[in-house]
């Protein structure tokens, strides 16, 4: 077993299945492993965690065919995605393939097995269930009863879902360039910002009371600019102009869109509108990409290029060329 703790990816390597084993349960609970040929396993595991009790993300590969065994004893939700080779879960009458168009999370409260590719190597996170729990009793405002259950298949069509992995991978290649001291200052932040759009993007047993909640608990001023955003992103909006909407100061606009959104007004508008552009350069590949981001309200190509790309980790050249046909 070789184990290098460095200020960037911790990176662990275990050539013995009960070592294996045992390394990922100490980041996911108690679970089996089973290898049919030992000899070949070559399981690499890099990852980063700010603390002790904080999400693990990071990639595994097993460099052999093998088999995960969960009897409800994991003490964390485990998301992944294969960024080659495949799995397979099979959870009850159910058998559900992940690939790199779609990404498995599996429910700690379930018992089922999932089988991995030897040329499998996937990005994976494992957050914990109190942590999770405790994001959700927030928003909603009281205590979690019913145990949180996800549905397992992460669709990469989804622009939300690809979103978020995209911004796993943006931490974990900050990690590895700048080291994990470069987000320490902001880890609670990062986490909470990671399970919020997760509870958000992915269905679950309590995302209709999650969104009526969301939409219960906005404060009147910040709906109504919320919606005059979502009705009007085509348009020229000035901070100005949405204070007016909102008839309070700027602060408390900004104030309020941190609180509930943890972005600026105008983060948030450039946000709605990148996804407008990234939804019709999707439809209309054909399309010229300058006359759709003139269309949505941006100004400068060279901002608007730069935006792009930090969004959706691709120029939108690089987005029309994958949905053409």
Not at 25 to 54: M, P, R, T, Y
Not at 288 to 302: C, Q
Request: aromatic residues 8%; glycine residues 4%.
């Amino acid at each position: 077993m070789v184990s290098n703790m460095t200020s960037q990816l911790s990176l662990s390597t275990q050539l013995n299945v009960s070592e294996a084993r045992n390394w990922m349960n100490n980041i996911c609970g108690q679970h089996d492993l089973v290898v049919k040929n030992h000899a070949k396993l070559n399981f690499q595991h890099e990852f980063a965690k700010f603390k002790h009790d904080s999400i693990a993300l990071g990639y595994i590969q097993y460099g052999t065919d093998a088999s995960i065994i969960n009897e409800k004893k994991l003490h964390c939700y485990s998301i992944s995605l294969p960024l080659s080779g495949m799995q397979e879960l099979d959870i009850g009458s159910d058998r559900i393939l992940s690939n790199a168009d779609k990404g498995l999370i599996i429910n700690p409260q379930k018992e089922l097995m999932l089988n991995i590719s030897g040329d499998c190597k996937k990005l994976h996170l494992a957050i914990p269930k109190d942590k999770i729990n405790q994001v959700l009793s927030h928003i909603l405002r009281e205590e979690i009863c019913e145990d949180l259950i996800f549905d397992a298949e992460m669709n990469m069509d989804a622009l939300a879902i690809a979103q978020w992995w995209r911004q796993i991978s943006f931490y974990l290649d900050e990690i590895r360039l700048l080291g994990i001291e470069s987000l320490q200052f902001m880890s609670v932040e990062i986490e909470n910002l990671l399970i919020k759009k997760l509870l958000i993007s992915q269905n679950h047993n309590y995302s209709s009371q999650l969104i009526q909640s969301m939409n219960q608990h906005l404060p009147r001023e910040l709906d109504r600019v919320v919606q005059f955003m979502h009705e009007h992103y085509q348009s020229q909006i000035s901070l100005a102009i949405l204070c007016e909407i909102s008839h309070t100061s700027a602060s408390k606009l900004n104030q309020l869109f941190n609180e509930y959104y943890h972005q600026t007004p105008m983060q948030y508008l450039k946000q709605i509108r990148l996804k407008k552009v990234f939804e019709m350069i999707k439809t209309n590949p054909r399309e010229s990409i300058t006359e759709i981001a003139l269309a949505h309200g941006f100004i400068h190509m060279g901002h608007f290029s730069n935006d792009y790309k930090s969004m959706f980790q691709e120029t939108a050249k690089q987005t029309a060329k994958r949905y053409l046909i």
